[in-house]
């Protein structure tokens, strides 16, 4: 099972990107999708979760800015970030898996990985 990520870059404070993650499955309509996101020297946290029920999650310190979104005809999960801010700096992973509500921020709750990238919010 292949997850690919991608749109990572630079961009300047308050600017946006949209990042896509692709998944090569046939179970990707039933598995809750997530973005993750690990800064240098940092854990790896939670960002966003897409349940297959339509339910969606965020962390505290995206909501608002960031939305989480999926195209199952596409096998692909999007994550759009806005009002980005230097401390959104970090490679940005997505997850696929079937976790419990509430282990939906825990990435133990994940078994699929993709690579990352990379975003860089800089002036």
């Given at each position: 099972?292949?997850?690919q990520?991608?749109g990572?870059g630079?961009?300047?404070?308050g ?6 993650c ?14 993750f ?5 940092k854990?790896?946290?939670?960002v ?7 339910n ?13 979104s999926?195209d ?14 230097p ?7 997505c ?5 419990i509500?509430?282990s939906?921020r ?12 990379q ?5």
């Amino acid at each position: 099972v292949q997850l690919q990520a991608s749109g990572g870059g630079l961009v300047q404070p308050g600017g946006s990107l949209k990042l896509s993650c692709a998944a090569s499955t046939r179970t990707f309509s039933r598995n809750t999708m997530a973005w993750f996101r690990q800064a240098p020297g940092k854990e790896r946290e939670f960002v966003a979760a897409h349940r297959s029920t339509g339910n969606i999650y965020y962390a505290d310190s995206v909501k608002g800015r960031f939305t989480i979104s999926r195209d199952n005809a596409k096998n692909t999960v999007y994550l759009q970030m806005n009002s980005l801010k230097p401390e959104d700096t970090a490679v940005y992973y997505c997850a696929r898996g079937d976790p419990i509500t509430s282990s939906i921020r825990n990435s133990n709750g994940y078994h699929y990985w993709g690579q990352g990238t990379q975003v860089t919010v800089s002036s």
